[in-house]
């Protein structure tokens, strides 16, 4: 229930005294969103005025911006490598931070190639959790009553590693979810999960997603939300419980816990609380033995009002497989954007489509800068660096690259994310996220990059509406073993009534369709040049993405930050995807490509 008027934000009528507190906040940063970043960059820039990465472009003190920008270069994680390196190998000297780095955060295996370790402080934590409780009092503005229930999120760890001196390097998730500001998180109503920390905790993932899936079955009438980082992880959860619906109904049924089930944590705290219900057992056993899953979310957890999920970037081809297992009903909430360099900002309307979504900048969590990102032209060719601009400063409809000044001791450093200015809040930026910046597929001088690629995905999709089948995954590689090279598109089909499958020539009409898509540079290889071989899709049988993140989880990545490349150049990895094709299809036609269109 909404508190008194007095309290009362911009935003809206908050829930609770707490949330008008935090509603408060946000419209105090956003307000004073220049005043801050300058606050933040002069306190940024005084605790760390002797440490040797300043020194080195004698800054001499200075907390000002202009001074700042003169002396200090805009860099990429390769030109930090050095010092990272050092750090890693035991140099407890202050090298990028007055502060001693605490630990490193992994960046996702799967978002850039390899893995970056980005150094962190102590109190980041703070900071982060700080982001963390803007975004409940946001939510209740738009979905009332989430008090009454409890959200079942599918949050994992990973198990650690240490660098050569001794410093934990692993990702931001799993620092979260192992410091006490999340396992001694106080009680909040808003805010209780199905999962205990037992669950979550437990390193191993199989025994961790059996726990938290088997704790959201026997709670499934007071789910309000479900939700996991990435759409992904979310339909990997789904998955999951098609494959082991049976022997959760049976323990369920028995209210004993299944013998793989060996973590110690774990089977103590669910042995308090498992009891035998046979009516639960048969009422899963019913819903998931039905040949069709439609809707399945909505029929197991009736409660539910939004799906917590990230889907934007690449993330948005999981949409209509979510729309599919949620029968549709479902909103899909996109609530804040983060990385492993940095927690930026928030989603002032959560609740709106997926295609709609923009985050708000809290200028509080770090000194920001947007270089201007101009789109290469045919030749390949982009005009001269631009200039950085500040938070307060960029123009809506425009798109900039990401650079951030951190407290943790990044300084201008380039994150890698296109966004585009979509609005404002007060005076902060508001950002549709665009992409990374990163080519995915080139084979001559085309260069296609992942909205591209997406958006070829889509519009091919088209062609398999009407046989009720929809692209479920999907990835790329750029075969230039063939003379002349060209682009292989894998997919794993999600095809809702096997009897009405698509047929061959669809599926080479889908290659074609992708190639009407793709930039002129690429068309004109096609038709002219005769530099880029016809389109290829290898449909996989189902279940393949599953392996292939399961094989990147055994190598090291994070279950939390897997995100499905959507370029793949390593051997095995290509190996596996060739040897679970079922069947390959090409472009059976030139695209459509004049000269008139070259700019």
């Not at 978002?111 to 703070?126: N, V, W, Y």
């Not at 450093?413 to 979509?422: E, N, T």
Request: charged share 25%; glycine share 6%; hydrophobic share 35%.
């Amino acid at each position: 229930m909404a508190v008194d008027s007095a309290l009362s934000s911009p935003l809206g009528p908050p829930a609770c005294e707490k949330d008008a507190k935090a509603l408060r906040f946000i419209e105090e940063m956003t307000r004073n969103a220049e005043a801050v970043q300058e606050k933040v960059l002069a306190e940024i820039l005084s605790r760390n005025a002797d440490v040797e990465y300043l020194k080195r472009y004698k800054l001499g003190g200075a907390t000002d911006r202009e001074t700042f920008k003169s002396k200090i270069p805009i860099i990429k994680y390769e030109d930090l490598q050095p010092e990272i390196q050092r750090i890693a190998n035991g140099d407890r000297s202050a090298i990028l931070s007055a502060h001693p780095i605490s630990e490193f955060l992994t960046s996702s295996g799967t978002s850039a190639g390899e893995r970056k370790l980005m150094p962190t402080i102590q109190e980041e934590l703070d900071r982060r959790q700080l982001l963390y409780s803007l975004l409940m009092p946001v939510m209740n503005l738009y979905v009332p009553g989430l008090d009454k229930g409890k959200a079942l999120y599918f949050l994992f760890v990973k198990s650690e590693t240490r660098t050569p001196g001794g410093l934990l390097a692993r990702p931001v998730l799993t620092s979260y979810y192992k410091s006490e500001h999340f396992k001694t998180r106080p009680y909040d109503p808003y805010n209780v999960y199905t999962s205990p920390n037992e669950a979550i905790l437990c390193a191993d993932s199989f025994q961790s997603m059996y726990a938290q899936m088997l704790c959201g079955l026997l709670e499934r009438e007071q789910v309000l939300r479900l939700g996991a980082v990435f759409a992904s992880g979310l339909l990997r959860a789904i998955r999951f419980l098609q494959l082991h619906w049976q022997a959760l109904a049976s323990d369920l049924e028995s209210g004993t816990l299944n013998q793989k089930i060996t973590d110690p944590s774990i089977k103590d705290c669910l042995g308090k609380t498992l009891e035998p219900n046979p009516e639960l057992a048969e009422f899963i056993r019913m819903e998931c033995s039905k040949e069709n899953w439609e809707g399945i979310i909505t029929r197991i957890w009736p409660n539910t009002k939004y799906l917590d999920v990230i889907v934007t970037g690449a993330m948005a081809q999981y949409i209509p497989t979510l729309d599919y297992y949620s029968g549709g009903k479902l909103p899909m909430a996109c609530t804040m954007y983060a990385s492993s360099e940095c927690y930026f900002g928030l989603n002032l309307n959560p609740i709106c489509r997926p295609s709609e979504v923009s985050y708000t900048i809290m200028p509080n969590m770090a000194y920001f800068e947007f270089l201007p990102h101009e789109p290469a032209d045919s030749f390949g060719l982009t005009s001269s660096d631009p200039q950085s601009v500040d938070l307060v400063d960029v123009e809506m409809g425009k798109e900039y690259e990401l650079v951030i000044t951190t407290y943790a001791g990044l300084y201008r450093y380039r994150v890698g994310d296109i966004l585009r200015v979509i609005g404002f809040h007060n005076s902060a930026p508001q950002f549709h996220f665009v992409r990374r910046k990163n080519v995915l597929l080139s084979i001559d001088a085309d260069k296609t990059d992942e909205a591209e690629l997406q958006n070829a995905i889509d519009n091919a999709s088209r062609l398999l509406r009407e046989f009720n089948t929809s692209v479920g995954e999907y990835t790329s590689y750029a075969n230039t073993k063939t003379i002349p090279g060209h682009y292989v598109i894998y997919w794993e089909l999600l095809i809702k009534d096997s009897a009405n499958s698509p047929t061959n020539e669809v599926l080479n009409q889908c290659c074609l369709a992708m190639e009407e898509c793709l930039n002129s540079v690429y068309r004109q290889g096609r038709v002219a040049d005769n530099s880029i071989g016809p389109l290829e899709i290898r449909v996989v049988r189902n279940g393949t993405f599953e392996e292939l993140m399961d094989y990147a989880i055994s190598r090291g990545a994070s279950i939390n930050q897997y995100k499905v490349p959507r370029c793949v150049n390593f051997t095995p990895i290509v190996e596996l995807l060739d040897s679970r094709t079922v069947s390959v299809h090409f472009s059976p036609a030139l695209p459509h490509w004049t000269p008139e269109r070259r700019r």
